[in-house]
């Protein structure tokens, strides 16, 4: 069932574009409950930047995550996970990012 989960996340993240694998990725590395084995401030700055650099509303305005329905999906889907599960996803969401 666990590994189901996981899957079903990471099919999720498969069908993203990759503004929102960043934005995903941003809102993992700054959530506090997210308790990750990655260093989250390097990982933010590295999404962050990336991020400017392909969405010009991001570099310019205040965003509101909570507008991006299917990241925040994703991030509920990831908060019902274990700490394991949860580092899965976040490995293959890492590694998945292209710019």
């Known amino acids: 069932m666990e590994e ?8 999720i993240i498969k069908d993203m574009n990759t503004k929102d694998r960043l934005r995903l990725g941003i809102c993992l590395s700054t959530s506090d409950w997210a308790n990750s084995l990655y260093n989250k401030t ?7 930047n990336m991020l400017k650099e392909v969405d010009e509303e991001y570099r310019t305005t205040l965003i509101n995550f ?5 990241v925040m999906f994703t991030m509920a889907k990831i908060m ?3 700490e394991i599960e949860r580092n899965k ?6 590694n998945s990012i292209k710019v």
């Open 4 to 11: 189901n989960k996981v899957e079903n996340v990471i099919n």
């Open 66 to 70: 909570a507008k991006y329905k299917l």
């Open 89 to 94: 996803v976040a490995l293959y969401l890492f």
């Open 42 to 48: 390097e990982i933010y700055e590295k999404f962050d």
């Open 80 to 82: 019902e996970m274990q």
